[in-house]
């Protein structure tokens, strides 16, 4: 009896491109919260980066990382603002988002979610405001 072999070739092609699902020109925001004095991302914090990353996928985007504190962090906490845009830079970074897509910038108390009484703690300024831009 005769034996046939056959030849398989397999091809591999890259999977194609997701399709950005927002326009360009769409503006979208979040916020990530912070505890008093850190700069250290929570878990529901790192699990919004990563829904956020994922929810833009396909899309070419500028992210914006804009860090705040609250009153009662002024004196003391020179720069945690920017410490905070910092970490949520380095978090989308770790989601594969470029380094050049992202800026970062230390808004300090100069625009508080909530208005407060001088040296007041609020823990909704605490936050790292993220704006994504859709180009």
Do not use: W
């Amino acid at each position: 009896m005769r034996s046939l072999s056959a030849l398989l070739l397999l091809v591999v092609l890259p999977a194609p491109a997701l399709a950005c699902r927002f326009a360009s020109g769409e503006v979208h925001e979040a916020s990530l919260y912070y505890g008093l004095g850190s700069s250290s991302l929570d878990e529901y914090g790192d699990e919004t980066v990563k829904a956020l990353a994922a929810n833009f996928t396909g899309c070419e985007v500028i992210y914006i990382a804009s860090g705040h504190i609250d009153a009662s962090e002024l004196g003391s906490n020179a720069g945690l603002g920017q410490a905070r845009a910092e970490g949520a830079r380095t978090r989308l970074q770790g989601q594969g988002i470029p380094a050049r897509d992202i800026l970062v910038r230390d808004m300090k108390f100069d625009r508080p979610a909530q208005p407060t009484a001088a040296n007041a703690r609020e823990p909704l300024n605490r936050r790292v405001e993220l704006v994504m831009v859709v180009r």
